[in-house]
């Protein structure tokens, strides 16, 4: 029989160089995950080389109307936001991302002939952060760019930022929504720490809507999203010498009404023996690994989480078709 999978992880130690690290972490990570019930992996996996193109591809399906209407509320509202926010602010920017939008904000702080004091990208892609932070500087040179290269779900402390700037957050994207209610609030709690009583967020969320429509766009007609979704499974077989075979699992994604959710699966399409990172991972026939929740949000339940946070909506703006929110919070 084989032994409990947790007993035989190595203990990551000072002595380990960082790749091994890494790979420890990634194992004790997935062999966790597949040995739930039921079986998950977590939604970071998603975003290697060929997962981040992947994504960028979603964002531009015609069923994916998220990032559209999110830009729409932006190129709409950002120079509200300039002017709501102030001078001298600091915007900090969780999951920096492609930086397209945060450009919106920038110019429109600028237009305003109030530049940012500073702007502070956040992410875990060492690589990624250093593009944009390149840019940026690069483009608005008269604003200093303080690059925190971090998880930013686990508590960070920020460089030191010009004296009594006012900290104005960003986290667009619904990224929220892939985190559980319980962890938003903690999220958006940790956040508010950081911004301390004056401060703002800025926060792009998606609406709850019409199931036929959210299940679109999670499972698009040309199949990228399926690609997404069964990549992290390539990306086990390289990364962790997995032996998945991607034609024997499909993609499934719905909305679960009761949880407000779309949930996105990795299903067995028959029962199977897979090896991870040296370890058996059985499947039945139909089983399947839960690699994503995307909570969508009415209004009800976005006024408990940020309440539940310690922020205050002050404004909500919402694109054309009425599928996408861009909240303007203050610490209450
Ligand atoms: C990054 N995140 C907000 C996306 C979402 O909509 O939950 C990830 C994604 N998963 C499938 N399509 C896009």
Request: aromatic share 8%; hydrophobic share 45%; with cysteine.
């Amino acid at each position: 029989m084989t032994a409990p999978l947790t007993r035989r992880l190595p203990a990551l130690g000072a002595s380990m160089s960082p790749r091994a690290e890494v790979d420890s972490a990634l194992r004790a990570d997935v062999l966790h995950g597949l040995t739930m019930v039921p079986k998950t992996l977590p939604p970071k996996l998603f975003y290697d080389a060929a997962g981040a193109a992947l994504f960028e591809r979603i964002t531009e399906l015609p069923e994916y109307y998220l990032t559209r209407a999110e830009l729409e509320v932006m190129r709409a509202h950002a120079r509200d936001i300039a002017t709501l926010a102030g001078e001298h602010c600091a915007l900090i920017e969780y999951g920096s991302g492609a930086g397209i939008k945060v450009r919106l904000l920038l110019d429109a702080f600028a237009s305003h002939d109030h530049p940012v004091a500073a702007y502070v990208p956040i992410d875990i892609s060492r690589e990624q952060l250093a593009e944009v932070a390149s840019r940026i500087a690069a483009e608005y040179p008269t604003t200093p760019v303080h690059s925190v290269c971090a998880d930013y779900t686990a508590p960070l402390r920020l460089p030191d930022l010009p004296q009594r700037a006012r900290r104005v957050a960003f986290f667009p994207g619904s990224t929220i929504g892939n985190f559980h209610p319980t962890e938003a609030a903690a999220f958006l709690r940790r956040v508010r720490h950081t911004i301390a009583d004056d401060g703002v967020l800025v926060l792009g969320v998606d609406r709850r809507k019409d199931s036929s429509i959210l299940n679109a766009a999670y499972d698009d007609a040309a199949g990228v999203t399926a690609e997404f979704n069964l990549n992290m499974l390539r990306r086990l077989n390289r990364e962790l010498h997995a032996d998945f075979d991607l034609e024997r699992f499909r993609h499934l994604a719905f909305f679960n009404d009761t949880a407000s959710r779309v949930e996105m699966h990795l299903v067995s399409v028959e029962a199977q023996v897979v090896h991870v990172a040296g370890e058996r991972v059985a499947f039945e026939a139909g089983e399947s690994i839960w690699t994503e929740s995307s909570y969508k949000y009415d209004r009800e339940r976005l006024d408990a989480l940020v309440t539940s946070a310690g922020f205050h909506i002050t404004h909500l703006w919402t694109d054309s078709a009425e599928r996408f929110w861009v909240a303007y919070l203050d610490a209450a």
